[in-house]
C-alpha cells in the first residue's frame, strides 16, 4: 500500500507539473515573440492557402514567414507515428515553442493532436496574416488549382486568378474512361493519355499527331486548360506536354479527382459532351520545345555543377533492385543521374504528397533536391520510366519558380534500351554523382 500510495503521489506530481508548465505558456505569441524563442510556427490551414491561394477575393496572399503547414484536414490520415515523424523531419521537440494560426476549429484540432504526441509549448500566433508584405508564397500557385475554385469558375463567381480567356476542365487518364464514366467533375471533358504519347517507349507523340489532337478537344494556345486525374502524374504527364506544344496557361487540380471528391463537391456521370474542334491552334507547335530533352542532350547534362539529370524514381529503381515496371527489362540507372526522390515504387509518388495527396510544401521538396546537388539556378531535368513521374515533378517545380527545368522524355526506358549508354548499379549518395 505503500508504495501505491507512493507512486500515486508521483503521478499527481507530474500531472500538477504539467499543468503549470502549461499554464506558463502564454495563449498566444506574436511572430517577434515567437522567433526570440527560436520557435516554429504551424499554418493549419488548407495546403492551397498556404500556397498563396487568398481565402477570399481580398484575403491576404500565402503564409508566415518559414511557417509549417500542418492542415486539420490531415489529421485522419495522419497515424501518430506519422505525425512524430512529421515533426522530427521538421526538427520539433517537446521543448519547442509552437504558434498556430488558422481558423479556431482548426487551430483547436492541431493543437489537441500536437498535445496528445507530447508537445506542451503549444499556442496562437496573435498577428498571423496581418502584415501582408511579409507573407511568403508559391512563385506561381496559380498552377495548381484546388477544387472549390473550379466550382467556383464553373458558377461564374469572380475568383482569384481567373483564366483570361477561354478555358476547359478534363480529366486525363489511361486508357477508356471507365472510371470517368461513373462519376467526374460537371463539364469535365476526357483526353486518354494514348493521345499524347506513343509506343514503342511511350515517348510524347509526333508534334503533327499532337497538333491534332489539341484541335479534336478545342484548345488554341490561349485556351486555359485545367487538368485532373484519379493519378495527379496522368494529368502532370498531359500537362507538360500541352506546355511544349504551346499552350500558355496550363493547370493542374493538386490532389487530383480525390481532392474533389474528399470536398464533397458535385459530380456527374456519362460521356463527354461534344467538343466544338478548334480551327486552329493559333500558334506554331511547339511553342516551347526547350521543357523536353532527348537523350543526347541529357547526355550532356551530366557530371555537371550547372546542370542537374534527375531521376524521379523510387529507391529500389535507383539502385537497380528493379526497373519498376513488367515491361522494361533492364535494371538499372543513368550512371551520373542525381535522385529526386519519388515513392515506394513505380505507382507511387509519396515523396512529395501531404497526406491528402495534395503538393509537399516548396520548403521541404527544395531541402530534399538540395541533398543531390539539384538547385534552382541549375538547367534541370527530370526523367523516370516513361515521362508520367517526372511531369508530375516539373509541374511543381515550375509552381515554385524554378525557371530552367525540363523533362527528359524518353527516360529510363529509352536511355536502357542503348547499350552504349552508360549505367550504375548499388547504392549511393549524391557525392556519386557531381
Not at 65 to 75: D, E, G, K, V
Not at 80 to 89: M, Y
Not at 147 to 159: A, D, E, T
Not at 254 to 283: I, Q
Request: glycine residues 8%; aromatic residues 10%; proline residues 6%.
Amino acid at each position: 500500500m505503500k508504495r501505491v500510495s507512493q507512486l500515486t503521489a508521483l503521478a499527481l506530481f507530474c500531472g500538477l507539473a504539467s499543468s503549470s508548465m502549461a499554464a506558463d505558456m502564454p495563449h498566444s505569441l506574436t511572430l517577434a515573440q515567437l522567433q526570440a524563442q527560436q520557435g516554429a510556427v504551424i499554418d493549419t490551414r488548407i495546403s492551397a492557402f498556404y500556397n498563396g491561394w487568398p481565402q477570399t477575393l481580398s484575403a491576404p496572399s500565402g503564409h508566415e514567414p518559414a511557417a509549417l503547414n500542418l492542415s486539420a484536414s490531415w489529421l485522419g490520415a495522419m497515424r501518430d507515428d506519422q505525425l512524430s515523424g512529421w515533426a522530427k523531419q521538421h526538427h520539433l521537440t517537446p521543448a519547442t515553442a509552437i504558434a498556430l494560426y488558422g481558423s479556431e476549429a482548426d487551430s483547436q484540432a492541431v493543437k489537441a493532436r500536437l498535445e496528445k504526441a507530447g508537445f506542451t509549448h503549444v499556442s496562437r500566433l496573435s498577428d498571423a496574416l496581418q502584415a501582408p508584405d511579409r507573407l511568403q508564397r508559391l512563385p506561381h500557385f496559380e498552377q495548381l488549382v484546388y477544387p472549390q475554385w473550379i466550382h467556383q469558375l464553373q458558377h461564374g463567381k469572380q475568383v482569384n486568378a481567373a483564366p483570361s480567356g477561354d478555358w476547359k476542365v478534363i480529366e486525363a487518364g489511361w486508357g477508356a474512361p471507365k472510371f470517368y464514366l461513373l462519376n467526374h467533375i460537371p463539364g469535365a471533358g476526357y483526353i486518354d493519355t494514348n493521345e499524347v504519347e506513343s509506343e514503342p517507349l511511350w515517348n510524347k507523340v509526333a508534334d503533327n499527331a499532337l497538333k491534332a489532337m489539341l484541335a479534336k478537344h478545342g484548345i488554341r494556345h490561349d485556351t486555359t486548360v485545367i487538368l485532373y486525374g484519379r493519378d495527379v502524374y496522368a494529368a502532370a504527364r498531359v500537362a507538360q506536354i500541352m506546355l511544349y506544344a504551346g499552350v500558355k496557361d496550363v493547370r493542374i487540380l493538386d490532389g487530383g479527382w480525390k481532392s474533389w471528391s474528399d470536398a464533397s463537391l458535385p459530380v456527374e456521370r456519362g460521356t463527354p459532351a461534344k467538343v466544338t474542334p478548334a480551327a486552329d491552334f493559333g500558334a506554331p507547335i511547339p511553342g516551347q520545345p526547350q521543357l523536353m530533352v532527348d537523350m543526347e542532350q541529357a547526355r550532356g547534362m551530366l557530371h555537371r555543377q550547372d546542370a542537374s539529370l534527375v531521376s524521379i524514381r523510387s529507391w529500389p529503381e535507383f539502385i537497380g533492385d528493379t526497373s519498376g515496371y513488367s515491361y522494361i527489362k533492364p535494371k538499372g540507372e543513368i550512371a551520373g543521374a542525381r535522385w529526386g526522390h519519388a515513392g515506394s515504387d513505380a505507382t507511387h509518388m509519396e515523396d512529395f504528397h501531404n497526406p491528402d495527396g495534395t503538393m509537399r510544401s516548396a520548403d521541404d521538396i527544395a531541402a530534399m533536391w538540395k541533398t543531390w546537388n539539384i538547385l534552382p539556378e541549375q538547367h534541370v531535368a527530370f526523367y523516370c520510366g516513361t515521362g508520367w513521374r517526372a511531369s508530375e515533378t516539373f509541374m511543381y517545380a515550375r509552381a515554385m519558380g524554378w525557371k530552367n527545368v525540363a523533362v527528359y522524355d524518353g527516360g529510363w526506358y529509352e536511355w536502357s534500351s542503348h547499350p552504349q549508354n552508360p549505367i550504375t548499379r548499388g547504392a549511393r549518395g549524391p557525392e556519386r554523382s557531381r
